[in-house]
């Protein structure tokens, strides 16, 4: 039986990490913090390209997908 949840998310996944190697390439981004839900940081690391591969500073692994942007830069880059 189909999960078609669970194949859209694999869907942006990979159109995701499709979209970050013309970034890397065209110098839009010279570095990546990648953030995301442990099951989606492992689909992540499965699609990554070489280039992707070797712009990755750090991965954490926290779902913020409901959390307001400011609150997503008081957790990421708080001292505490």
């Known amino acids: 039986q189909t999960d078609w949840h669970d194949l859209a998310e694999r869907d ?5 990490v499709g979209r970050l190697d013309p970034a890397l ?8 913090i990648v ?4 099951r989606a ?3 992540l690391r499965q699609a990554y390209t070489a280039s992707v591969r070797g ?5 954490i ?16 880059f708080s001292n505490g």
Not at 12 to 16: E, G, P
Not at 64 to 71: D, I, S
């Open 25 to 32: 390439r065209n110098g839009e981004t010279k570095s990546l």
């Open 12 to 16: 942006f996944l990979h159109a995701l």
């Open 35 to 38: 953030v995301a839900p442990p």
């Open 41 to 43: 940081l492992g689909m």
């Open 61 to 76: 692994d926290k779902d913020l997908v409901k959390v307001p942007v400011y609150e997503i830069e008081k957790r990421l």
């Open 55 to 59: 712009a990755v500073r750090s991965e």
